[in-house]
């Protein structure tokens, strides 16, 4: 057996510019920062992880030094204490079952019961552009062959955003899947705006629906499950939500109480990807959709479309696309190869062992920083 020696944790902060506009924050981003967690064995192997910050880790290292890598549940439920104690720790979680991947010489979909490599992705716009525009967008979707396009809401007039899902629709018929991405349940910092109330959620949902729009994601705030649970009743549409709810007690609630009918933890924010291959099972067995949010760098997309592919698959996986403010070369700049869908919206996972992360190490260095912030 080998052991865990050493956890390496580093920050890196790409400079953005000209600036990622992300709609779902108020201030232009100038820098992309990235947390790169990686797990040495006492064989050599080093397991790659990345997501969260990680700060304050060093800390509870101790707890890993000396144990053997493939007892994960064991370290998932260390990790899920620490989480209580000092944040999300969870990339440790991505970067051990990279590393158990190299033990065993399997890509972790496979490790996880997988059968199938791919799952389709859907693309997921992060800037709010004219009518116009984003038109243009949603064509280059289809002419890119993805089935689907996630829209943002949070202009400054609500008409404005539910112009914008008029035109797509009326432009592109039926052939493009829209979903529409709200964001009331979760807040950037400095951000104090007060979420929706179930009667404005019901309003914006029938005139989705009145579109044909596939979900609706985080129509109030991911603690609303009363909310949820009426607005269920008052609406056909789907509501999607889970992106950062952080335990698995509250996954449950929105799971028992039938909050949601699409799930979209984040194997970096929650549980990993040993909670998550178990959850996704139980959202698959209540006849729900699991598609996790992937909005990150490309390690975490790397680590939700393991644990997708690997368990219960999806309809259609998030995949974080909005050139030219976000590219695949900005979003995975972690990595020497930017993950890319084929012509036909699939993302093929390789057979390569563990998560198939080759590190661009060069940027890497010369992305060095102290901090993980995007300002
Ligand atoms: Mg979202």
């Known amino acids: 057996m080998s052991t865990i020696t050493k956890i390496e944790i580093t920050h890196h902060r790409l400079p953005l510019d000209p600036p990622f506009p992300a709609s779902w924050d108020t201030r232009p981003r100038t820098h992309f920062p990235a947390t790169i967690v990686r797990v040495h064995d006492s064989e050599g192997r080093v397991g790659i992880g990345s997501g969260d ?43 051990l079952w990279d590393l158990i991947g190299k033990i065993k010489g399997q890509p972790v979909w ?19 552009r004219s009518i116009e525009d984003m038109v243009q967008v949603a064509k280059r979707c289809i002419d890119r062959g993805f089935p689907a396009l996630k829209v943002r809401f949070g ?11 008029k035109a797509i629709r009326e432009a592109t018929g039926d052939r493009l899947e829209l979903m529409v991405d709200c964001n009331q349940g979760w807040r950037m910092p400095w951000d104090t705006a007060a979420p929706w109330n179930v009667d404005h959620a019901e309003r914006v949902a029938k005139v989705l629906e009145s579109h044909g729009v596939y979900w609706m994601e985080e129509p109030l705030h991911r603690g609303d499950y009363a ?39 984040d194997v970096v924010c929650t549980q990993g990807i040993t909670g998550l291959a178990k959850f996704a ?8 959709i699991f598609t996790p949010h992937t909005w990150g760098n490309g390690i975490g997309v790397l680590g939700n479309l393991h644990v997708t592919v690997g368990t219960v698959g999806a309809p259609f996986i998030e995949f974080p696309y909005d050139p030219p403010e976000w590219s695949t070369a900005r979003r995975d700049y972690p990595l020497v190869n930017t993950i890319e869908c084929d012509d036909q919206g699939w993302i093929h996972l390789s057979h390569e062992p563990g998560l198939g992360i080759t590190l661009n190490e060069d940027l890497l ?7 993980a912030t995007f300002s």
């Open 227 to 265: 909310g949820m649970t009426e607005l269920k009743k008052r609406v056909g549409i789907r509501l999607a939500g889970g992106e950062l709810t952080r335990e698995p007690y509250e996954f449950r609630e929105l799971l028992t109480r039938g909050c949601l009918d699409v799930f979209q933890p």
């Open 155 to 165: 202009r400054p007039k609500l008409d404005d955003d539910l112009a914008v899902v």
């Open 53 to 95: 910050s990680m700060y304050g880790f060093a800390d509870y290292e101790r707890y890993f030094i000396g144990e053997d890598p493939l007892d994960i549940d064991r370290h998932a439920a260390v990790l899920a204490n620490i989480e209580f104690h000092a944040g999300r720790p969870w990339p440790m979680d991505l970067a």
């Open 110 to 128: 496979k490790l996880l019961g997988g059968t199938d490599n791919k799952v389709r992705a859907y693309a997921s716009s992060g800037v709010h």
């Open 365 to 371: 260095a010369k992305t060095m920083a102290s901090q």
């Open 281 to 288: 099972r139980e959202v698959h067995e209540a006849g729900k």
